[in-house]
């Protein structure tokens, strides 16, 4: 094969994924290997054979699967547009990028349209070939389909081994170590810290109670040099300290050359229950996070108490991000505001005062709604007996629809019909059982949204009730705070830049039914 010699050159070295894994083997093993270094001896070698002028060599030190993620394939692909260099030595054409069409696009024009030749240590490409569109177009689908083997052969053993109970995150756990098979089992150093969390959790403390105990006793943390409330939440939401594996909770999706971390729908997840040995009992485990997720109080500085009882309820409107209570000692009334930037030109303060009394108004209007929903319901009897016999009616008509479209196919066997026939009645039948699914499914809606008034009527309206009430009866901000929690999710606020009056403001309340 004609190898072209003394040609002003770029050199381009870049990690492949199997170097990667050489790489870390050899560590274990106590060796030292440096993918680039053994690359870039192989390409000097041949330079100095093909007696090649080397302009500039371009080690890619980033890994990334897109051209946009890696800055020396971008000034790469600049000089190569510019005419600079005449070849570009590189170990393998895939190095240069195996990503999507749109990489591949990107390289075929560069290289073609510059006439830039692409040389390895075994081929030589040039883009004045005839035959090059071919040879590029198919070397680059072949390494875009491998990309994807190997991926798929990746995540394939990953979902494996988490189905076999195998720890394969990249650290085990606070509170665990790992075997040589994966396997988690406690860490005789902090498994009891972790028990400690769930028990101080349980018992009432908050937080930031929790991490300042365990910084006290001199349990360092996994992280950071002291222990954070984030990472109590992490540590007491996690089901592994059960015993438990469930792997899957998360995707990273790549966006503009970002990965973007979403959660996924349970159905994702691979559970493997008692995958290993429990830090904490269930019970434990379910008193710790109930104790969690009722936490009522907002947090404040040490050695201050609260001074806002609408702290971590009133949300602003337009980011939804939490109102901060702000005392002015020029003026007589607390005033509530968004500290976020963005809503500078959209939302005005608040009296504090004013919206407080807005909010437990706001309750009043939601008692009496139910309360007139009640009246009125009162003064005609349930329906949902009848509802429920017609959702009867209706199943029995949609089994008859599905037991004559079973016989459409048994006639069409028999040769009865023929298979416009078939097709005309099949269609009839399916949207018949279709109008009747959407009736059962509303029927069963409104059964639903029945029952749930009820259960508002006598379990939520008289909590309401007593908040009201207790709220008036006491001037502990922190109790009242607790009361608002224990019955609004949330309240948002808002107030335009054109209402002038101090009493011209909105508040939307979210029960927490």
């Not at 309820?313 to 007589?332: A, E, G, I």
């Not at 009430?469 to 335009?496: C, F, G, H, P, W």
Request: contains cysteine; aromatic residues 8%.
């Amino acid at each position: 094969m004609y190898r072209p010699k003394g040609l002003n050159i770029d050199i381009y070295l870049r990690k492949s994924r199997k170097d990667i894994d050489e790489e870390k083997r050899a560590i274990e093993n106590g060796e030292d290997y440096d993918t680039l270094s053994k690359h870039r001896n192989q390409l000097l070698a041949i330079a100095k054979k093909e007696q090649h002028l080397i302009l500039e060599i371009h080690e890619e030190v980033v890994s990334g699967e897109f051209i946009s993620e890696r800055p020396k394939i971008q000034q790469l692909i600049r000089r190569v547009e510019s005419g600079i260099t005449e070849a570009v030595l590189v170990m393998d054409l895939d190095r240069l990028g195996r990503g999507d069409m749109l990489d591949q696009g990107l390289l075929d024009r560069a290289f073609r349209y510059s006439e830039t030749k692409i040389i390895t240590p075994t081929d030589f490409y040039d883009p004045s070939d005839d035959s090059w569109e071919l040879v590029f177009g198919v070397k680059s689908l072949v390494a875009r389909q491998e990309l994807k083997a190997i991926t798929r052969r990746l995540q394939g053993g990953r979902h494996n081994s988490a189905s076999e109970g195998k720890s394969i995150s990249k650290k085990p756990p606070f509170g665990y170590l790992r075997d040589e098979n994966l396997k988690l089992y406690p860490d005789p150093d902090n498994a009891w810290a972790v028990k400690k969390m769930f028990e101080l959790m349980r018992d009432g403390k908050g937080r930031q109670a929790v991490s300042n105990e365990l910084d006290r006793l001199g349990v360092k943390p996994p992280f950071t040099e002291t222990w954070s409330p984030s990472t109590i939440s992490e540590i007491i939401k996690n089901e592994v300290y059960m015993g438990h594996l469930i792997w899957g909770k998360f995707k990273s999706q790549k966006r503009n050359g970002k990965y973007i971390r979403k959660r996924t729908s349970p159905e994702e997840w691979i559970v493997k229950e008692n995958a290993h040995e429990a830090i904490v009992s269930k019970e434990l485990w379910d008193a710790a996070n109930k104790s969690h997720s009722s936490r009522l109080r907002p947090s404040t500085k040490v050695g201050y108490s609260l001074s806002n009882p609408l702290a971590g309820v009133l949300r602003c409107h337009c980011c939804d991000y939490s109102m901060l209570n702000t005392p002015r000692k020029d003026r007589p009334n607390s005033y509530v505001r968004c500290t976020q930037k963005s809503c500078r030109d959209k939302q005005k303060n608040g009296i504090l005062a004013l919206v407080e009394e807005r909010v437990l108004l706001g309750l009043r209007e939601i008692v009496k709604s139910f309360e007139f929903t009640e009246e009125k319901r009162e003064e005609s009897s349930s329906v949902i007996p009848i509802k429920l016999k017609i959702i009867d009616k209706k199943e029995t008509e949609k089994a008859q629809l599905n037991k004559q479209k079973d016989n459409l196919h048994d006639l069409l066997e028999q040769g009865v019909y023929d298979i416009k026939t078939f097709k005309s009645r099949e269609i009839i039948l399916s949207e018949k059982i279709e109008k009747i699914e959407n009736e059962i499914n509303e029927l069963k809606e409104e059964i639903q949204q029945e029952e749930m008034y009820s259960k508002n009527i006598n379990e939520y309206v008289p909590k309401v009730k007593h908040v009201i009430e207790a709220y008036y009866q006491t001037d502990d901000i922190e109790k009242k705070n607790q009361l608002l929690k224990s019955v609004l999710e949330k309240a948002t606020y808002l107030r335009k830049k054109e209402w002038k009056e101090l009493d011209h403001f909105e508040i939307h309340l979210f029960p927490k039914i």
